[in-house]
């Protein structure tokens, strides 16, 4: 009862149990004969392939047919336009797709079939924005304990970021309090010539007190 509705407006995105979609597929009036010669051909028939993806090139839920196709595994057949050779790769790494629309539907309270990183977006979303592990499990559909580990493994990613935050590609641009750096760059040369210049014995061993942010920072301009 979930996607039968008043008007005539239909979901962008397709959910898990919605098969409304076959309704207005093109090969909707095909006999179970012809359909299962072309969309389910011998091996070596490439006339009916052909035939099969000419059909499925004008059809509206082409999109719709393919992604059902990736979520539930299916090895034989065409779907969405494309044979299982064709889909292989895709499936390989469906665990690593990452749609923001699919992640904003599940927000929206749409049940959507969402990939190992989709699922990890919106639990880390779902963290920032201060939500319970009850009601990330009953966004996901998931159990209660699951979402408590989710969103346990959400606050250490999060925590590993700010920690990490800016050191990996922007260190030179940061002083060593983590303010951007001014664009000089004679103060650079004057500052490399004062520390060749610097007697050996003023240099003294890092001591531990140092800030670990404002160290590695240092570390990262050195380098």
């Known amino acids: 009862m979930r996607y039968i509705t008043t008007t005539d407006d ?32 011998l091996p070596r028939d490439h006339k009916a392939i052909a035939q099969a993806k000419s059909i499925c090139g004008g059809c509206p839920v082409r999109k719709a047919c393919f992604n059902s196709a990736l979520e539930q595994g299916s090895k034989e057949g065409v779907w969405g336009g494309t044979t299982e050779k064709e889909r292989r790769p895709w499936q390989a790494k469906l665990h690593a797709r990452l749609d923001y629309e699919r ?24 963290y920032v924005r201060g939500w319970s592990p009850e ?26 970021r700010d920690r990490y935050w800016g050191l990996y590609g922007t260190a030179g641009d ?6 951007p750096a001014q664009d000089s760059g004679s103060n650079d040369e004057t500052e490399d010539a004062e520390q060749d210049e610097a007697p050996a ?16 920072t240092a570390l990262g301009k050195a380098a």
């Open 103 to 126: 992640v904003r539907a599940a927000f929206l309270g749409r049940d959507v079939h969402l990939s190992t990183a989709e699922r990890e977006a919106v639990t880390r979303h779902a």
């Open 135 to 160: 009601r990330l499990a009953h966004t996901l559909r998931l159990d209660l304990d699951y979402a408590r580990d989710l969103m346990r493994e959400a606050a250490h990613a999060v925590a590993d």
């Open 10 to 41: 239909r979901p962008i995105l397709r959910g898990i149990a919605d098969h409304s979609w076959h309704a207005r597929s093109a090969c909707r009036d095909l006999s179970p004969a012809e359909a299962d010669k072309l969309f389910f051909p």
């Open 174 to 179: 940061q002083d060593e309090d983590g303010t």
């Open 201 to 216: 014995e003023e240099i003294s061993p890092v001591a531990r007190h140092i800030h670990t942010q404002a160290l590695i």
